[in-house]
């Protein structure tokens, strides 16, 4: 009796240790698990930071193609700005000339009126005398003259008119693109 109260007392204890060996491996499996689980999150996560770090990169390398590109187009700008306002000088230079050659066709044309009278002037000093016979050659000399100085104004204003046309044309090719800064 003695040794059956004994195993009495002591098989509590034994059962007990021995489910609690059950839970330990129970445990460990678990655990075993859990961490088999969180090394494929921990590797998915890398995999995924990886990525991203690539997306980041590649991110930031069109970011600096754009900004170069837009640095270029800016200066390209710029420079069309300046072509722009060198032709605008040009032209204004242009018509300058032009309005000046205007005006010296009109003195022509005055001069060419004039011409005239003296062209008469020198008919009717023909029949007076001898010297004005000379005075009318060299009237003569001085009208052709004139319309040689007539035509060649003239030429020069048909020149200066075509560069007008010219320059007007190369001002609308060079035409200022909007601001890209805006």
């Known amino acids: 009796m003695k040794l059956a109260r004994n195993l009495l007392w002591v098989l509590p204890f034994a059962l ?43 991110a930031k390398k069109d970011r600096d193609q754009y900004l170069n590109q837009y640095t270029s187009a800016k200066k390209d700008a710029e420079a069309q700005s300046a072509g722009a306002a060198e032709a605008n000088t040009k032209l204004t230079s242009v018509q300058k000339e032009l309005d000046a050659a205007r005006k010296a066709q009109g003195d022509t044309e005055q001069l060419q009126v004039r011409l005239k009278a003296a062209e008469d002037g020198v008919t009717a000093a023909r029949a007076k005398a001898t010297d004005a016979e000379r005075a009318a050659a060299t009237a003569a000399d001085a009208a052709n003259r004139a319309k040689e100085q007539a035509a060649q104004l003239a030429n020069e204003r048909t020149a200066l008119q075509q560069k007008v046309d010219a320059l007007q044309a190369e001002l609308k090719k060079k035409a200022v693109p909007p601001d890209l800064n805006k």
């Open 16 to 58: 007990a240790a021995g489910c609690a060996s059950n839970e330990d491996r129970s445990r460990a499996e678990q655990a075993s698990q859990d961490n088999v689980a969180l090394k494929a999150q921990v590797t998915e996560l890398t995999q995924e930071r990886d990525s991203l770090k690539k997306d980041l990169n590649q």
